[in-house]
């Protein structure tokens, strides 16, 4: 029942990490995973793609080292941003109406 404590965190695989030289950003890619391991997956997407976007430029190959996304997924998160989510439902916006779908019409006589 604590599962939830015990979600595995993805440990980083760059070079700074592997090496272990910079502590500083050890601690950020660090955090990162466990910031990432928090989210569910749309949201982990949506995060690595705004990521993906930033202009001092970590590459989609970085980040697929870094959170152990791979580079497609990245891709399809930074797209999705583009697209403004248009997609993808957010829970506020709940569905008007008693939210079942509406039944197949029933035309024929
Ligand atoms: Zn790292």
Redesign the pocket.
């Known amino acids: 029942m604590s599962s939830e404590s015990e979600k595995i965190v993805h440990q980083?695989e760059?070079d700074?990490?592997r090496a272990g030289t910079d502590t500083a950003?050890?601690r950020h890619?660090r955090q990162m995973n466990l910031f990432l391991s928090r989210l569910n997956e749309p949201q982990r997407l949506w995060y690595v793609g705004l990521l993906s976007q930033k202009a001092d430029g970590v590459s989609d190959r970085q980040l697929s080292l870094?959170t152990g996304l791979d580079e497609d997924t990245i891709r399809r998160g930074r797209r999705e941003l583009e697209a403004e989510l248009a997609d993808v439902p957010s829970d506020r916006q709940r569905r008007e109406g008693g939210g079942r779908p509406p039944a197949e019409k029933k035309t024929r006589r």
């Open positions: 980083c760059c700074v990490c950003t050890v890619h870094i």
